[in-house]
């Protein structure tokens, strides 16, 4: 009965991350899209994001604007998170996803590169796992004399 439990739980947290993998890669193409309004259906409506360089919290509405200030600048290219790991909670009400992630912009001097670690937290909800919070860490900008300004 152990066992059956065991296997049970660890067909769970793999359909479950493997759920979590599928929604940062639909996420990663909305922003590639530019747009945010592909990204929203992912965010809970208390949503709250810790943008890299920034160091204040945004919530949703306030990202929206934020992203769509990065949309209208002519070199925006995408940002793109790579989860590195995904852990469920033993109770299954969250999980925790790790990663990097890249800003590409396109400028004058080269091809910028914006970069650093993330960390989000992801809850069940009847319409699939959302989004609670995510808090990144801008650690590197490489390829253009603009990353002053960004970092």
């Known amino acids: 009965m152990l066992l059956w439990l065991a296997a049970a739980a660890a067909a769970g947290a793999a359909a479950d991350e493997a759920a979590i993998r599928a929604a940062r890669a639909r996420s990663n193409a909305a922003i590639a899209a530019h747009r945010f309004e592909d990204m929203r259906q992912m965010l809970l409506p208390d949503y709250v994001l810790l ?67 993330y960390q989000a937290m992801w809850v069940p909800t009847p319409g699939g796992w959302k989004l609670q919070n995510e808090s990144f860490v801008s650690l590197r900008c490489t390829g253009s004399s603009a990353c002053v300004d960004y970092f």
């Open 51 to 117: 943008p890299g360089s920034l160091g204040k919290a945004l919530g949703v509405e306030e990202a929206g604007r934020r992203l769509a200030i990065a949309f209208a600048e002519p070199g925006f290219v995408t940002y793109v998170r790579t989860p590195r790991r995904i852990v469920r909670a033993t109770s299954g009400k969250r999980v925790s996803e790790t990663g990097t992630w890249i800003g590409t912009w396109r400028k004058a001097d080269g091809t910028m590169r914006l970069s650093g670690i």
